[in-house]
């Protein structure tokens, strides 16, 4: 019940750009989509999906692999620095590159800086999947004579299938719905079409035409990673070997493989920071005395804490209905909130204002409202890292604890709530990252006198003051760096137990 609430909640973004069209009629509806400027868009996005996507999952899950299979000499300190970019929202790492390169735009800058910013995505889901993997499975296979190479392709990676497909396909939902790091670079997607669209003369018929075909390619994704992910479970019952996994000898290639870490966390942290920290000494003490500073934190640390926690909720029982009761029901369940978080921020806004005005006016305005649109935006990024730690959490563990006298609920509390706990922790640290740096539906959503760090930046940016945007950018940075830290070792410590 409480999964078909949340499907039926996300399916009413769906619903108002559905009865949008309706209104507009076919005949004006085929004239604004088969037009030129549809199909440079349409390009443009495919494109940018296309070599987005793969390069995040290398180095996602070679980054993974190296941390917890490999020798890597320090590899808890590059396992938390692999993290570490989901702290800098895409705008953020997209400023301070045009900062650095003004020169920066089109199709290459947007995968740079969208592979950058969004690879993380993928490694968090892998390393969490890698960390619970059986040690044995790979110590079978290295005593068959197999050698490290084809253990990882024929052993690890169809484990990691899951953990890699929903990481993948989270990265895949980002790039359709991304503004403000591709309006930097001048890069032009349906995202961007979109907003210029409302912004300028606020065409909702244009607006609505290209929000339907960015849904058609979310359906496009999401039958994609459903037909690869198959219906194999990969949940086991006990804790496996105690003893750690063997780690692969790098020897030779130690140097190299430091050399690839170094040069990625300069690329996704290190430039950010020198920029940052080159317009903060150019701004001086002027920039830190706004009036808007102490309040935009304040209210941005409410709003993330307080959206990550109803969104984690909200996931919570479509990825218990999507692992445990795979079926026709579950799929779609679980499927229409990935087309709702795949359209733009204020293509859900829009539909959340008219809705709300017309049945419940008295949320119009609220921080009640903008937590639905963050529920609603965001419960992907909580179902990705749920569906993984539900289906290595065997049930019949759960089945055993009941056998022995406990309630049903307590077994659920007691035996697999604290397998998904890890889980759990990645999923609020990622909807807290999200939130932070949400920029759209909050700019038309929060309720008059409520501004964040995210919107304050923007606004500055926008009116070319890189100074006065310097310290907003590094209190995201600074609010978001810390949660994802300890979220990540919370989630380490607990997987290892």
């Given amino acids: 019940m409480a999964a078909a609430i949340v499907a039926a909640l996300s399916l009413l973004p769906l619903l108002f750009v559905i009865t949008t069209t309706v209104h507009i009629g076919a005949a004006d509806s085929i004239a604004l989509i088969f037009r030129p400027r549809v199909g440079e868009l349409l390009l443009n996005t495919v494109l940018l999906v296309v070599l987005t996507v793969p390069l995040c999952a290398v180095l996602g899950v070679g980054g993974a692999w190296l941390v917890e299979r490999t020798s890597l000499a320090g590899h808890g300190f590059w396992g938390a620095v692999l993290a570490m970019p989901l702290a800098i929202p895409a705008f953020v790492n997209s400023y301070a590159w045009v900062s650095a390169i003004p020169s920066l735009a089109g199709l290459g800058s947007g995968v740079l800086l969208a592979t950058l910013s969004y690879f993380p995505l993928v490694y968090l889901p892998v390393r ?106 990969y949940a086991r019952v006990g804790s496996g070997t105690p003893a750690p996994p063997r780690r692969v000898k790098l020897r030779g290639w130690q140097a190299p493989a430091q050399l690839v870490l170094a040069g990625l966390a300069a690329l996704s942290l290190g430039v950010p920071a020198v920029v940052i920290g080159g317009w903060l000494g150019y701004g001086g003490g002027r920039v830190w005395q706004a009036p808007e500073l102490l309040p935009s934190l304040l209210q941005t640390l409410g709003l993330a804490l307080g959206g990550g926690a109803v969104t984690v909720l909200a996931a919570f029982p479509l990825a218990w209905l999507a692992v445990r009761h795979p079926g026709p029901l579950s799929r779609i369940l679980e499927r229409t909130n990935y087309v709702t978080s795949s359209m733009p921020g204020i293509v859900l806004a829009l539909a959340l204002v008219t809705i709300s005005l017309g049945f419940l006016p008295a949320i119009y305005q609220s921080v009640v409202l903008l937590l639905i649109a963050y529920a609603l935006l965001f419960l992907p990024r909580a179902l990705v890292p749920l569906q993984a730690g539900i289906a290595l959490a065997p049930p019949n563990l759960e089945e055993a604890a009941q056998a022995l006298g406990r309630p049903p609920l307590r077994a659920f509390a007691g035996v697999t709530l604290r397998l998904v706990a890890p889980a759990t922790a990645a999923a609020l640290a990622m909807v807290f990252l999200a939130v932070a740096g949400e920029l759209t539906a909050t700019l038309l959503l929060s309720p008059i006198g409520v501004s964040t760090l995210a919107t304050r930046f923007w606004s500055l940016s926008t009116e070319i003051d890189f100074a006065g945007a310097a310290p907003y950018a590094l209190l995201l940075i600074v609010l978001s760096a810390p949660m994802t830290y300890l979220l990540f070792r919370q989630s380490t410590k607990a997987v290892a137990r």
């Fill in 128 to 233: 969490a999947a890698l960390a619970r993997l059986d040690p044995a499975l790979e110590q079978a296979a290295a005593s068959l004579g197999r050698g490290p190479v084809r253990v990882f392709f024929g052993t690890v990676l169809p484990q990691l299938r899951l953990a890699l497909l929903g990481g993948a396909l989270l990265v895949g939902l980002h790039l359709l719905s991304e503004y403000g790091a591709f309006a930097l670079v001048r890069f032009d997607t349906f995202t961007t079409a979109i907003m210029d669209q409302y912004r300028s003369t606020f065409n909702g018929s244009a607006g609505s035409m290209l929000a339907g075909v960015l849904t058609l390619l979310c359906l496009v994704l999401l039958v994609a990673e459903s037909r690869a992910r198959g219906r194999a479970r």
